[in-house]
């Protein structure tokens, strides 16, 4: 809808915008989070103030008050979460269990009218079967921040399709958010130099 409406507004053949030409509300509409980490947790508080009924399913359960917070629903099985979310949100770490974790059969669970985003890592996703799906229109529409490789090849069919957003990876790409991301990595530097604990260390599993 966005793709499309841009070229609307800036083609040179464009005399009158259409109005019947109709997007889709998001106020009030079934947001399904895959991830539930710190970044998913931060988008549920974000689509809780557009009164968004929003899913989500983790490896781990969050605490009850936790979920009562931005009113999110835990689905135990990915599957459920699929087949009643109008937008699908990708937003775990890429591992070789989340690798192509959404493939043909979780596409084929989505509503038609549904709209997938990914904001984690590309190979979260198969692209192949996200093509199909999209040419078929199996889904509705996909946003995508994340690819693989990055950039696409400039023949991939991904980028022929007026279906589909794709971003170059500029979740974090803002002034303020580089400059955070460079003093923790300070202060984590800091830390192991003068002997303290690292406060952003990640334990293995």
Not at 35 to 42: D, L, N, T, V
Not at 136 to 162: F, G, S
Request: proline share 5%.
């Amino acid at each position: 809808y966005l793709h499309t409406g841009c070229q609307i507004a800036v083609s040179p053949d464009t005399k009158y915008f259409a109005v019947d030409w109709l997007g889709v509300e998001v106020t009030r509409a079934t947001l399904g989070i895959i991830g539930m980490g710190s970044i998913g947790y931060k988008v549920a508080q974000r689509a809780r103030a557009f009164n968004m009924r929003i899913l989500y399913h983790n490896r781990n359960r969050r605490r009850q008050e936790e979920e009562e917070a931005v009113g999110a629903h835990y689905c135990a099985k990915m599957e459920d979460l699929l087949q009643q979310s109008d937008f699908v949100m990708l937003v775990v770490n890429l591992t070789p269990e989340t690798h192509k974790l959404i493939g043909k059969k979780e596409l084929g669970l989505m509503k038609p009218t549904a709209t997938l985003i990914n904001i984690s890592r590309g190979a979260v996703i198969d692209q192949d079967a996200l093509v199909e799906a999209l040419q078929n229109k199996v889904i509705r529409a996909a946003a995508l921040d994340v690819t693989y490789p990055e950039p696409l090849p400039r023949d991939h069919p991904l980028l022929n399709l007026n279906n589909v957003i794709i971003t170059p990876h500029i979740g974090t790409a803002t002034v303020q958010a580089i400059r955070m991301m460079a003093e923790e990595a300070i202060a984590n530097i800091l830390a192991v130099l003068n002997g303290q604990p690292i406060p952003s260390e990640v334990f293995p599993k």
